[in-house]
């Protein structure tokens, strides 16, 4: 074989290459960093643990906007809505095992009822309900860093 050079065996390689990445990637959303079991997990801790108050779904309520009579504020959606894109991944982490209360909120902590691993997973689920701009914003922002 004089040509060894072959346009097949580039086509092979190609194809293989991007096997790999494929499996590399197995089990992921499209684009996203969670796996739709991890959403699965998510949702299920989401309803016992956060829905009482960042509602079904994490729709949150209509005005939470607005200050309750104590000057505090209600739940925030964290469907994708409201301003839960702004933070990143160590933030939305924190908040959540720490809770509100240090930055003078109401939100109580879950540092000893969550492992990282099931607060992941929590958080997997709310951005599911994340539109892929919001999503993208997100990433933008530096979300994953
Ligand atoms: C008792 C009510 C309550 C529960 C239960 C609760 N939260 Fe919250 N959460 C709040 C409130 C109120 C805020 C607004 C900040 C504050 O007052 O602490 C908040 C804020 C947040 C934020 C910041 C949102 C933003 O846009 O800045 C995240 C993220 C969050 N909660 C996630 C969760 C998750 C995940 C759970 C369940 C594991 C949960 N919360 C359970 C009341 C609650």
């Not at 346009?7 to 499209?30: H, R, S, V």
């Not at 949150?60 to 409201?82: C, E, I, Q, V």
Request: net charge positive.
């Amino acid at each position: 074989m004089k040509n060894s050079f072959r346009p097949a065996w580039l086509i092979t390689t190609g194809f293989l290459f991007f096997g790999c990445n494929n499996l590399q990637a197995e089990g992921k959303i499209n684009g996203r960093w969670y796996t739709q079991s991890q959403v699965d997990t998510g949702k299920m801790l989401f309803d016992k643990n956060c829905s009482e108050c960042h509602g079904e779904n994490a729709r949150g309520t209509s005005d939470w906007r607005k200050p309750l009579a104590d000057g505090s504020y209600p739940a925030p959606p964290l469907n994708g809505s409201a301003h839960t894109w702004h933070h990143p991944m160590k933030a939305l982490m924190r908040t959540i095992h720490f809770g509100g209360v240090p930055l003078g909120g109401t939100m109580p902590a879950f540092k000893d009822k969550l492992p990282n691993k099931e607060k992941l997973a929590v958080i997997a689920f709310f951005q599911s309900l994340w539109s892929g701009e919001i999503y993208a914003a997100w990433l933008e922002r530096g979300g994953l860093k």
